[in-house]
C-alpha cells in the first residue's frame, strides 16, 4: 500500500527552524526523485525542493540557502530542514514524487509567527 506520512511541522517564530520527515511506503524510494511542496492560504501547491536520486538536489529561489532537502534510503524517509524561517513560509507542506503525483498526503502545517 502506499504512503506518504508527513510530520514535523508547528508553529515557530521568524528566524527559527523546522526539520520535516516524510516516510513513504510502497514504491521503490531509492529509484525515484523526490521534491517538497508547499501550498499557502489562497495559493496554489508549489514545488519548493527536489532531490534526485543521485543525490543532487534544486531549490526554489525563494528558500534557496535556507532550506536543505535530503533523503534516508534505507529508511524510505525524505526530510527537509528548514532554518530563517519567514512568515512567508506558513503554508502546509507535502512530500511527493516529483514526475507524477497520484495522491497527497495530509502534509504538514508550518506557521511561522510572532
Known amino acids: 500500500q502506499v504512503q506518504l506520512v508527513e510530520s514535523g511541522g508547528g508553529l515557530v517564530q521568524p528566524g527559527g527552524s523546522l526539520t520535516l520527515s516524510c516516510l513513504t511506503s510502497g514504491w521503490m524510494f531509492s529509484f525515484i526523485d523526490w521534491g517538497w511542496y508547499r501550498q499557502a492560504p489562497g495559493k496554489q501547491r508549489e514545488l519548493v525542493a527536489i532531490?534526485?536520486?543521485?543525490?543532487?538536489?534544486l531549490y526554489q529561489t525563494s528558500v534557496r540557502g535556507r532550506f536543505t532537502i535530503y533523503r534516508d534510503n534505507a529508511n524510505d524517509t525524505v526530510y527537509l530542514q528548514m532554518n530563517n524561517l519567514k512568515s512567508e513560509d506558513t503554508a502546509v507542506y507535502y512530500c511527493?514524487?516529483?514526475?507524477?503525483?497520484?495522491?497527497w498526503g495530509q502534509g504538514t502545517q508550518v506557521t511561522v509567527s510572532s
Open positions: 532531490i534526485r536520486r543521485n543525490g543532487e538536489s
Open positions: 511527493n514524487k516529483v514526475d507524477t503525483q497520484d495522491f
